[in-house]
């Protein structure tokens, strides 16, 4: 089974982002969103990300040119997907809206299709449930920015067939990306220990512990972590990680996933991290 045409559903950032390094593979790529502005900032992004890569000589010329015309944009949903050999879904992280996607989608799409989730958190098993052919569906769990980080994370629910695994090992090799298979389990193996360790600076920012930069700080050069927790939750959006969070003290009934009161206030606040301006750190600034 190899993958040659790629459909991309969500033209955001991590949407744009598997795009970018789909088409550089020389796949052809269709990345479709709802509404033709969102469409065009995808591709704008990829374009502006591309021309960086090229400027800091980490991309060559020639490599840009090859892969920008491999890439097309849509608002059809049937259209985008059809004749594709994986669709990956690049929604917000709600279950039913993943599930009713590939429901629309699957119809369109040839026996061998496969259908990937970039999600962080939720269960392959229960995103594939009702579908005709839940063992062509996995976890495509991507990291931000795609272009640039190195892992790819692929989960597997206990359907999930053989060769749709050994397919997707060899496309994220191709891609540039250091595999890692994980069995379906609430937050795989990343988002299980790294929101369990965002949980936990957050309370220590509440409790008067240190502040954001000095926690970060410690993690980064006493554990050598490229970034620190609380860095990284801004990055990810502070309520992005507060629904993770939530969704594992459930699943898990682990306490120590439960976002602190310092994280819902600031959601209430509107303090979501770089995206909004302000989280544990002043972005604008």
Request: proline residues 5%; charged residues 20%; glycine residues 10%.
């Amino acid at each position: 089974m190899t993958i040659q045409t790629i459909a991309v559903l969500g033209a955001g950032t991590m949407g744009h982002g598997i795009a970018h390094v789909a088409a550089l593979a020389g796949a052809t790529v269709r990345l479709f969103d709802i509404a033709e502005p969102a469409v065009d900032k995808g591709l704008a992004s990829i374009r502006r990300n591309m021309d960086k890569g090229v400027d800091r000589g980490k991309l060559a010329p020639e490599a840009r040119d090859a892969a920008w015309p491999r890439i097309s944009g849509s608002t059809d949903l049937a259209a985008a997907v059809t004749g594709a050999d994986l669709v990956v879904e690049a929604v917000p992280e709600k279950l039913e809206l993943k599930r009713s996607l590939f429901a629309q989608v699957e119809p369109h799409l040839a026996d061998h299709a496969i259908l990937g989730t970039n999600t962080s958190s939720l269960s392959i098993a229960r995103i594939a449930e009702g579908l005709v052919r839940p063992q062509n569906v996995l976890g495509l769990h991507f990291f931000n920015p795609v272009h640039i980080m190195k892992l790819l994370e692929i989960v597997v629910h206990a359907g999930t067939a053989p060769e749709v695994l050994e397919a997707c090992r060899a496309w994220g090799a191709a891609i540039g990306k250091e595999c890692i298979t994980v069995n379906d389990a609430p937050g795989f193996a990343t988002s299980r220990l790294g929101v369990c360790l965002g949980m936990e600076a957050i309370r220590m920012v509440e409790q008067g512990v240190a502040s954001a930069e000095d926690i970060d700080t410690a993690m980064v050069l006493g554990y050598r972590h490229p970034i620190g927790p609380l860095k990284l939750t801004d990055l990810v959006g502070v309520d992005v990680r507060m629904h993770i969070g939530e969704y594992l003290a459930r699943e898990l009934d682990n306490p120590a996933f439960e976002p602190p009161a310092l994280m819902r206030q600031m959601v209430a606040e509107g303090r979501l991290g770089k995206k909004s301006g302000s989280g544990f750190y002043d972005w604008e600034s």
